[in-house]
């Protein structure tokens, strides 16, 4: 079996400790200003330079996966969104992708049953993909209370209906839950499905337990060892704010183990897989209308090439064409 | 098929189970019956590709130029720059595994490098390795690895064990397409002189003499005018198509498949029968006598050299719009390659049914109909006149191939048309027709005798659903829209599924088209019986 998960959970440990170790000792200004702000920069540089790469190279053709039936005879009805020919179609195709991850609802799972194969509709994947992101999106938006003061109108709406569970003090966020949930279910699914710990590497592994580090340390920050929120938002005001500064007193070691650890995912979006998120946009399978046969696509480099041209083809078979009776140009 | 092991064994043999060891790690075996015959060195210097000389990938020693890795590395960047896609789908793949057991030589091999994550895996890790960042820093860890000649082997072995049906695409949640993926590795190899000669041959052959069976005009026209006396022996009329004629209001093309070999001629007696009954003023070329085009699974520029000559063609005859016959990868090249390639073609007009007056506006820019579009809007209109019952024997089902499913969307056309020629039609389970739909297991040029095993193991999950249908309603016919599944389903129902038998759906509508003035039929276009003898009843 593929253990290279061990190497990234050994990886996000170690890591985990330098900042725990590193805030004990007085690294504060390093681990609470400084890698924050450098993660930030390493976010918007790289994210920014790999968009651009992408946008450089051109689309040379068109080339959309259909997934439904084609617009062609008025009294067949055309698959809209699965196959569009519309700008329209196509914003809704996109939309369906990024927001509901249609494709991914999709899967099935081959089996070989006796003498038949079969092909099972499952929608584990979907549902943990689902939970991871959306968990994912709503710890984020909650976070802005530590950067923008006063606190956003639906950052409290959100976080009314995020804990409507009521439960404990403080009250239980079902979105740090499910993120928790969903992360360690995507893992597991890794280590443990045969195939998934087959094409699964490092690179796969590290992610998951950064999130799996972010998810367990704010949990423990919140509900455990209830550290001092008033001074950690001092803190993150002033990162936000661009006043940085370490609060007198101090603030949880945990924290900084938080901090750091989001930081490096911060930073390490640009260069990984991560950077998914915004090639979603640009996958040219998903976001071009099939709409060839009506509206020719050009091609910005489209090669003059050596063709075999008709003239030449005759000069080849003259003889043979006027003895079959075939007409040809030059007699 | 001697050295073949017996279905059920092979059945059996199918282990999805992954190996011990990572497929990084694991040298590509180059057995026979997996790897095609190298494409020879004739071919390949008529398309002016690098010639390697006689070799055989068995050889321990590949003949690679002295620079190939600059070969490759430049290669590859060239065509980063050039195809956002490649980029794309080498930077987003976030190894989710919806893809792993989508492809039909991952179902039928159980081999991990089949799974289409690991397909691109395969070029990926080079990218890694050579353009980014984080692979220059990280190596390894960040799934990179070097650039071998054991890769070059590795690429050679998988991505012609790809068939570019882009079913894995469908499931993608970034619509990474594994075709473009092969395609990009197909012309880096090519630029080492590494190709097949299933397909380069075809390629030469169609650059030389306008088809890829590389038959002769005169060949041409007599075997359309064989298959003409067959038809005035089946119907009692007598069909007189022509070639090369200028001032014609339609060009016809169709691949080379649909006359050249069975059960591909009764499709193509299929299509002149209609005209006939339509009295159409088309014509036949010889010159642009292909309709599919090798060139897809070559290279982008093979591509455009040999599909130039429809347009070329269509303008030197002066003909108003072009029509096009049953293939599957021709469609992908004609809505998604064409224009952009060769167009614009604004020497021709808009197609019109000359004899329903359907304008085809879906078309309004290539200017080319699917022959499938063009019987379904004549039926609408009851313009023909049919006796499905003529098709009675046969319980038939439907193969979406995959370019016509999954690069174009031409689903509903198809089967409207079997409905209205045929009395029983039967689907196949749904996670398999349509844009699910499978490979017949011998695409993008692998249908050659050689990799005989390969072809059936991909073609198991297809056969299973034709097996299934059999089974259930008794399907004896599996009909298609495609010249390489016409040549590929037969050897491959006879492995799996012996009793049903192959079609293209002119041959059906041709079996129920009424003609005018044609004598009472007693045989379908095969010369069989239009009914089964019912002997069991008899001796019963």
Same mark, same amino acid.
């Given at each position: 079996m593929n253990v290279s998960y061990l190497y990234s959970l050994l990886a996000v440990i170690i890591l985990g400790l330098i900042a725990y170790v590193g805030a004990a000792i007085g690294l504060e200004s390093l681990f609470g200003i400084v890698i924050p702000y450098l993660a930030i920069l390493a976010f918007l540089v790289g994210f920014v330079n790999k968009v651009l790469d992408w946008a450089k190279s051109p689309v040379p053709f068109r080339i959309t996966t259909t997934c439904g039936q084609q617009k062609t005879l008025d009294w067949i009805k055309p698959s809209t969104i699965?196959?569009?020919?519309?700008?329209?179609?196509?914003?809704?195709?996109?939309?369906?992708?990024?927001?509901?991850?249609?494709?991914?609802?999709?899967?099935?799972?081959?089996?070989?049953?006796?003498?038949?194969?079969?092909?099972?509709?499952?929608?584990?994947?979907?549902?943990?993909?689902?939970?991871?992101?959306?968990?994912?999106?709503?710890?984020?938006?909650?976070?802005?209370?530590?950067?923008?003061?006063?606190?956003?109108?639906?950052?409290?709406?959100?976080?009314?209906?995020?804990?409507?569970?009521?439960?404990?003090?403080?009250?239980?966020?079902?979105?740090?839950?499910?993120?928790?949930?969903?992360?360690?279910?995507?893992?597991?699914?890794?280590?443990?499905?045969?195939?998934?710990?087959?094409?699964?590497?490092?690179?796969?592994?590290?992610?998951?337990?950064?999130?799996?580090?972010?998810?367990?340390?704010?949990?423990?920050?919140?509900?455990?060892?209830?550290?001092?929120?008033?001074?950690?938002?001092?803190?993150?005001?002033?990162?936000?704010?661009?006043?940085?500064?370490?609060p007198e007193g101090g603030v949880s070691a945990l924290f900084y183990v938080h901090l750091f650890f989001v930081s490096l995912l911060v930073a390490y979006i640009p260069f990984s897989k991560l950077m998914h998120m915004g090639g979603i946009f640009l996958s040219p399978t998903r976001n071009l209308a099939n709409n060839n046969r009506m509206k020719r696509h050009i091609n910005p480099w489209n090669p003059k090439v050596k063709i075999h041209t008709y003239d030449e083809y005759e000069e080849d078979f003259r003889d043979k064409m006027k003895d079959a009776g075939i007409p040809v140009e030059k007699e | 098929m001697g050295d073949l092991p017996k279905p059920d064994e092979m059945y059996e043999s199918i282990d999805h189970t992954p190996p011990e060891e990572e497929w990084e790690k694991i040298e590509s075996p180059i057995t026979p019956g997996r790897y095609a015959y190298p494409a020879k060195d004739k071919n390949l210097s008529i398309?002016?590709?690098?010639?390697?000389?006689?070799?055989?990938?068995?050889?321990?020693?590949?003949?690679?130029?002295?620079?190939?890795?600059?070969?490759? #590395?430049?290669?590859?960047?060239?065509?980063?720059?050039?195809?956002?896609?490649?980029?794309?789908?080498?930077?987003?793949?976030?190894?989710?595994?919806?893809?792993?057991?989508?492809? #039909?030589?991952?179902?039928?091999?159980?081999?991990?490098? *089949?799974?289409?994550?690991?397909?691109?895996?395969?070029?990926?890790?080079?990218?890694? *390795?050579?353009?980014?960042?984080?692979?220059?820093?990280?190596?390894?860890?960040?799934?990179?690895?070097?650039?071998?000649?054991?890769?070059?082997?590795?690429?050679?072995?998988?991505?012609?064990?790809?068939?570019?049906?882009? +079913?894995?695409?469908?499931?993608?949640p970034y619509g990474i397409d594994t075709a473009e993926v092969t395609m990009m590795g197909r012309e880096l190899l090519n630029l080492l002189g590494l190709n097949i000669n299933w397909i380069m041959e075809p390629v030469a052959n169609c650059f030389r003499t306008g088809n890829h069976l590389g038959i002769q005009p005169q060949a041409f026209k007599e075997i359309v005018e064989f298959l003409c006396d067959d038809i005035e022996e089946i119907t009692g009329i007598k069909i007189n198509p022509t070639f090369n004629r200028k001032g014609a209001e339609i060009l016809f093309i169709t691949p080379s498949g649909d006359y050249f070999a069975d059960p591909g001629t009764y499709t193509f007696m299929g299509y002149l029968m209609l005209f006939e009954a339509l009295g159409l003023d088309y014509t036949l070329s010889t010159y642009a006598s292909e309709g599919g085009n090798f060139g897809l699974f070559t290279?982008?520029?093979?591509?455009?050299?040999?599909?130039?000559?429809?347009?070329?063609?269509?303008?030197?005859?002066?003909?108003?719009?072009?029509?096009?016959?049953?293939?599957?990868?021709?469609?992908?090249?004609?809505?998604?390659?064409?224009?952009?390639?060769?167009?614009?073609?604004?020497f021709l007009e808009v197609p019109k049914s000359p004899i329903t007056g359907t304008v085809f506006n879906n078309a309004s820019s290539?200017?080319?109909?699917?022959?499938?579009?063009?019987?379904?809007?004549?039926?609408?209109?009851?313009?023909?006149?049919?006796?499905?019952?003529?098709?009675?024997?046969?319980?038939?089902?439907?193969?979406?191939?995959?370019?016509?499913?999954?690069?174009?969307?031409?689903?509903?056309?198809?089967?409207?048309?079997?409905? *209205?020629?045929? *009395?029983?039609?039967?689907?196949?389970?749904?996670?398999?027709?349509?844009?699910?739909?499978?490979?017949?297991?011998?695409?993008?040029?692998?249908?050659?005798?050689?990799?005989?095993?390969?072809?059936?193991?991909?073609?198991?999950?297809?056969?299973?659903?034709?097996?299934?249908? #059999?089974?259930?309603?008794?399907?004896?016919?599996?009909?298609?829209?495609?010249?390489?599944?016409?040549?590929?389903?037969?050897?491959?129902?006879?492995?799996?599924?012996?009793?049903?038998?192959?079609?293209?759906? #002119?041959?059906?509508?041709?079996?129920?088209?009424?003609?005018?003035?044609?004598?009472? +039929?007693t045989t379908d276009l095969r010369f069989e019986p239009l009914k089964e003898e019912e002997d069991e009843a008899d001796e019963g």
């Open positions: 699965d196959n569009p020919t519309t700008t329209r179609g196509v914003i809704i195709r996109m939309l369906l992708e990024i927001l509901l991850f249609r494709s991914l609802f999709r899967n099935t799972r081959v089996e070989f049953k006796g003498e038949k194969v079969s092909y099972k509709w499952v929608i584990w994947l979907w549902l943990f993909a689902i939970m991871f992101h959306y968990s994912f999106f709503v710890v984020v938006i909650r976070h802005l209370r530590f950067f923008v003061e006063p606190t956003p109108f639906f950052v409290n709406a959100l976080e009314t209906v995020d804990g409507m569970l009521q439960l404990g003090l403080p009250g239980l966020f079902i979105s740090g839950a499910t993120l928790l949930g969903a992360t360690t279910l995507l893992l597991l699914r890794r280590i443990l499905l045969p195939k998934m710990n087959y094409i699964s590497r490092a690179a796969d592994y590290f992610p998951l337990f950064l999130i799996i580090g972010i998810a367990l340390t704010g949990i423990m920050m919140r509900y455990f060892t209830k550290v001092d929120v008033v001074k950690i938002k001092e803190l993150t005001m002033g990162l936000a704010s661009f006043h940085p500064g370490i | 398309m002016e590709f690098r010639t390697p000389g006689e070799w055989s990938p068995a050889d321990e020693e590949w003949p690679l130029p002295e620079n190939w890795q600059q070969i490759i #590395h430049e290669g590859f960047k060239e065509r980063l720059e050039k195809y956002r896609s490649l980029k794309i789908f080498m930077d987003t793949c976030v190894r989710c595994g919806a893809c792993a057991d989508k492809c #039909h030589y991952f179902i039928g091999t159980g081999d991990p490098k *089949n799974m289409p994550v690991v397909r691109a895996e395969l070029l990926r890790s080079i990218y890694r *390795n050579d353009f980014t960042t984080a692979g220059k820093i990280l190596k390894k860890l960040s799934g990179g690895r070097e650039l071998t000649k054991e890769v070059i082997k590795e690429w050679f072995a998988y991505f012609y064990q790809c068939s570019e049906c882009r +079913r894995c695409s469908v499931f993608c290279s982008s520029d093979a591509m455009k050299k040999l599909n130039s000559k429809m347009y070329a063609e269509a303008k030197r005859l002066g003909v108003k719009w072009i029509l096009g016959g049953e293939c599957g990868h021709m469609w992908r090249v004609i809505n998604q390659y064409m224009d952009t390639m060769n167009g614009p073609a604004d290539t200017k080319m109909v699917h022959i499938t579009e063009f019987t379904a809007d004549l039926i609408r209109h009851n313009k023909l006149k049919l006796d499905p019952s003529r098709n009675d024997k046969f319980k038939v089902t439907y193969h979406d191939s995959c370019n016509p499913a999954r690069a174009m969307g031409l689903l509903e056309e198809p089967r409207y048309v079997i409905n *209205n020629v045929c *009395n029983y039609f039967y689907e196949m389970p749904e996670n398999t027709i349509r844009e699910q739909t499978f490979c017949c297991g011998s695409g993008s040029g692998l249908n050659t005798e050689e990799v005989m095993d390969l072809r059936l193991r991909g073609g198991l999950p297809r056969a299973n659903a034709v097996k299934h249908v #059999h089974e259930k309603y008794g399907v004896n016919m599996l009909a298609c829209i495609c010249a390489i599944d016409r040549a590929a389903f037969p050897p491959l129902m006879e492995y799996w599924v012996p009793e049903v038998g192959t079609t293209g759906i #002119h041959e059906l509508v041709a079996n129920a088209l009424v003609m005018d003035g044609e004598k009472e +039929r």
